[in-house]
C-alpha cells in the first residue's frame, strides 16, 4: 500500500475524505518521500560511528520539511486540531465508554474524605 493509499484510507476512515485532497494527499507523500531520502545523505556525511552534525546543511533541510509535512497535515485534517476543526464533534465524549480517569487531586481529595 502506497503512502497516498494510507492516508485516503485514513481520511475515509475519520469520515473526512474528497476527491479534492487527493492532489494534496501526493504532495505530502512526495514530500516525505523526499524527506526519506534526505535524512539518509545527513546520515553519510557522518564520520563512522559518529552521530551526525545538526549544523550540517541537510538538517537545516529536514527542520523546513518537517514544518512542510505538519503544515500539509494539519490542512487535511490529519491532526487532532485540524480534525476538530473540520468535524466538531471530533474528541468529544458520547456518554459511551468509560469515563474520564481521576486526577492527582480529585484522587487526594478523595482520601482525605476517606480519612475523616
Do not use: C
Not at 5 to 27: C, N, R, S
Not at 34 to 53: I, L, Y
Amino acid at each position: 500500500m502506497t503512502k497516498e493509499e494510507k492516508y485516503t484510507a485514513q481520511m475515509k476512515a475519520l469520515g473526512i475524505w474528497e476527491p479534492a485532497f487527493a492532489a494534496t494527499v501526493h504532495d505530502l507523500a512526495v514530500l516525505e518521500r523526499e524527506q526519506a531520502r534526505t535524512r539518509k545523505a545527513w546520515k553519510e556525511t557522518a564520520e563512522a560511528g559518529a552521530a551526525p552534525s545538526p549544523l550540517d546543511p541537510h538538517y537545516a533541510l529536514i527542520l523546513q520539511q518537517d514544518r512542510m509535512i505538519q503544515t500539509l497535515r494539519e490542512s487535511l485534517g490529519l491532526t487532532p486540531k485540524a480534525l476538530r476543526r473540520i468535524r466538531s464533534d471530533f474528541g468529544q465524549d458520547n456518554g459511551e465508554g468509560e469515563s474520564k480517569p481521576a486526577t492527582v487531586l480529585q484522587l487526594i481529595r478523595e482520601k482525605r474524605d476517606k480519612a475523616i
